[in-house]
């Protein structure tokens, strides 16, 4: 499922791989109160009542600027050994035609951007080579885009390695399918990282240690979040964590401070999981923030 957008000088499409539902209880700090309240909001396209569950799209942001096809995160990949997250466990999708029907082959693509090292961010930086089938349990995962770069946070790097002896072993095994064999292509960042006249990279630690924002801007500003926020729950609520995050607090200050520099910037926050038309501009309302309007992506 694809759609596209114009920002300035940049097209962005957006490529989904998978969509599933989440019980609200992963926001343990969030009042079971409020999502009705929040209804306005939330209901249909984010939050299923009847089931109390929220609602997720794994997706992959494409942005085309200053002459580069630069992928936002990858989704999780098929064939993939997940048995730290059923859902994902054995998907068979058709991300790559999904990809095409975008407009981009894989040998298009010029730079990946990792916004972290999480299981449905790195997914189809490889695929299993043709010579090795899917199932068969051998064969080789190789680079999915042979002509990028792999941009990856360094701090995630190091914190998810299986050389980190506290890491957990399901890390373990996406470390070794969808990051290690991408190491030839692969660029460690720190800090502020400029991509190109209109795209750069921006920490905004707790979700993981690394998570990344990309800003762009080639007359109309956007930041791609990552997992910043995961529901629009947390645009009145910032505050509210998630039960994925690394750093709670950490993450809520991140969240603060990337929605008050996109209000007064008038760019649109696109985070990684938002069904719905994917993102929106917001506004400051105090210590809490509301969504101005919606990017002009189709609903999903």
Not at 57 to 85: E, F, K, S, Y
Not at 106 to 121: F, K, Q, R
Not at 163 to 183: H, K, L, Q, T
């Amino acid at each position: 499922m694809t759609g596209q957008v114009r920002l300035g000088r940049a097209t962005l499409s957006r490529v989904v791989e998978v969509r599933a539902q989440m019980r609200t209880s992963l926001f343990a700090q969030t009042p079971a109160a409020a999502w009705p309240a929040n209804a306005d909001l939330l209901e249909p396209l984010f939050w299923d009542r009847g089931a109390d569950e929220w609602k997720i799209a794994i997706q992959t942001w494409v942005i085309r600027v200053d002459g580069l096809t630069v992928l936002v995160d990858t989704g999780v990949g098929n064939h993939r050994n997940r048995p730290h997250m059923p859902p994902l466990h054995q998907l068979d999708t058709p991300y790559l035609k999904a990809l095409t029907d975008a407009g981009v082959s894989p040998e298009d693509v010029d730079v990946v951007v990792n916004t972290h090292l999480h299981t449905d961010h790195v997914g189809w930086n490889t695929r299993l080579s043709a010579a090795s089938g899917a199932g068969t349990g051998g064969g080789a995962w190789t680079p999915t885009f042979p002509n990028a770069r792999y941009l990856m946070p360094e701090l995630d790097y190091r914190h998810f390695s299986p050389d980190n002896p506290d890491v957990a072993d399901g890390m373990r095994i996406v470390f070794a399918d969808s990051v290690s064999p991408v190491e030839p292509q692969m660029e460690l960042f720190s800090g502020d990282h400029r991509v190109s006249d209109s795209l750069w990279l921006r920490p905004a630690p707790g979700h993981t240690p690394g998570s990344t924002m990309v800003w762009l801007d080639a007359g109309v500003p956007a930041v791609f979040v990552g997992d910043l926020t995961h529901s629009p729950i947390q645009i009145p609520r910032p505050d509210d964590p998630c039960a994925f995050d690394v750093d709670p607090m950490a993450a809520a200050r991140s969240r603060h401070r990337i929605l008050t520099e996109a209000s007064r910037r008038r760019a649109a926050v696109i985070p990684a999981h938002y069904p719905g038309r994917g993102g929106a501009t917001v506004v400051a309302r105090g210590n809490t923030f509301l969504v101005d309007q919606w990017l002009g992506f189709p609903e999903i």
